[in-house]
């Protein structure tokens, strides 16, 4: 018996392999997945757990009701021009591409039923959270449907606008990029101070990884939390004011704003292919 594909994952690299992973965890199989991809090794690690692979369009798509767009911004428009001849008008596009409106793939794909995200690295291991937009002509039931494709790699925060994507962007998408530095610094400081790499290591991990539990969980807001842990005159807050003196808020500030207009300008160089 043939099995009835469902979704066709366009590039099978990194971010798609987790969402396809998240999925196949909650159905038990990606016999329903189908995978295009230029390099076989990609196609052989598909095939690991049931998912049929093709390493250029076929009409193998056209059974597909959902294709995630999960290639290169830059090699995306000659995606598309390979693919669009498969495309049917009633399948939902989901792109995770960063940079490229819905505006242009509009355009390059002559279709409306799209959605853009933006998830992050941590959708790795299922702890991610994803910007997702909607074209005003997906309906009630696809958009469902892609919020439940991506709460298998973690959280969705949907938005109304899709200019906010890339303030989703500057935020969340390279937001993991300022806590790592933020671990690094943590260690460098430690290890100054006297400890060993693993020492400060640990230490900082760990930190990080009880702050924030702490602070989804906890009906404090966050101000109230960092007041909570700041004694007058003491350690803390001898060091707060040193983040206070260098303007750190304002720091943050900058560089998300940077973050959000390179977004935009992706967006303007992409649109000119």
Known sequence: MTT??????????????ALA???????????NLLVMDVNQSALDH???FGAAGIL??????SQCHIWILAVKPQQMHEVAQAIKPFLHKDVLIISVAAGLTTAILSQ????????????????????????????????????ERAVEILNAVGQV??????????????????????????????????????????????????????????????????DVLRQNVTSKGGTTAAALDVFAQHDFRSLVAQAMQAASDRAAEMAQELGQA
């Open 157 to 222: 925060v949907p938005v109304a606008q899709e200019s906010l994507l890339d303030a989703i962007t500057a935020l969340s998408g390279s937001g993991p990029a300022y806590v790592f530095l933020f671990i690094e610094a943590l260690i460098a400081g430690g290890e100054k101070l006297g400890l060993s790499y693993a020492q400060a290591k640990a230490l900082a991990l760990g930190t990080l990884e009880g702050a924030t539990s702490l602070a989804a969980n906890s009906e404090q807001e966050p």
């Open 46 to 48: 598909w095939a690991s």
């Open 21 to 31: 992973s998240g999925m196949v965890k909650q159905r038990g199989s990606g016999e």
């Open 56 to 61: 250029q369009a076929d009409a193998q798509l």
């Open 108 to 143: 390059w794909f002559a279709h409306e039923n799209i959605i853009r995200t933006m998830p992050n690295t941590p959708a790795l291991i299922a702890k991610g959270i994803t910007g997702l937009y909607a074209m005003p002509s997906v309906s009630q039931a696809q958009h």
């Open 4 to 17: 009835q594909l469902e979704i066709a994952f366009i590039g099978g690299g990194n971010m798609a392999r």
